[in-house]
C-alpha cells in the first residue's frame, strides 16, 4: 500500500479558518474535515505570521508551471521508453537475421 500525504488547495486552509474565525473549535474543524488538529494550529499560525504569503505552495492547484513540470516529466519517460523499444526491435532484428541465416 502507497502512503501519500494529501494535498490540500490555499482555497481549503482558508475555508478551514474562517470556519474556526466564525467560532467553530479546532477539534470540531478538524473532525469534519478529517484533519489533525496540529495542522489546523499549523495553518492558523502560518496565516497569522504572514497572510500574504501564506499557503504559497502547489497543493492541488494546478498551476502552470506544475503542468509543465508534469509533461516535462512525461516527455522524459517517454523517451526512455522510446529508446528501450529501438534497442528491443534491434536486438530482435537480429535475432530473425540469425534464423534466417544471414
Known amino acids: 500500500m502507497e502512503d501519500r500525504r494529501r494535498r490540500f488547495t490555499k482555497e481549503f486552509k482558508i475555508s478551514v479558518l474562517r ?14 474535515h478529517a ?4 495542522m489546523v494550529r499549523k495553518w492558523k499560525q502560518e496565516y497569522k505570521d504572514n497572510p500574504e504569503t501564506a499557503f504559497s505552495g502547489h497543493g492541488n492547484a494546478c498551476s502552470s508551471e506544475a503542468k509543465v513540470a508534469e509533461r516535462e516529466q512525461l ?8 529508446a528501450f ?4 526491435l534491434s536486438a530482435l532484428e537480429r535475432k530473425l537475421d540469425e534464423i534466417r541465416g544471414r
Not at 484533519?35 to 496540529?38: D, M, R
Not at 516527455?75 to 522510446?82: C, P, T, V
Open 19 to 32: 470556519e474556526l474565525k466564525e467560532g467553530k473549535t479546532a477539534a470540531q474543524v478538524s473532525r469534519e
Open 35 to 38: 484533519l489533525h488538529p496540529a
Open 75 to 82: 516527455i522524459g519517460q517517454l523517451y526512455a521508453e522510446n
Open 85 to 88: 523499444l529501438k534497442k528491443a
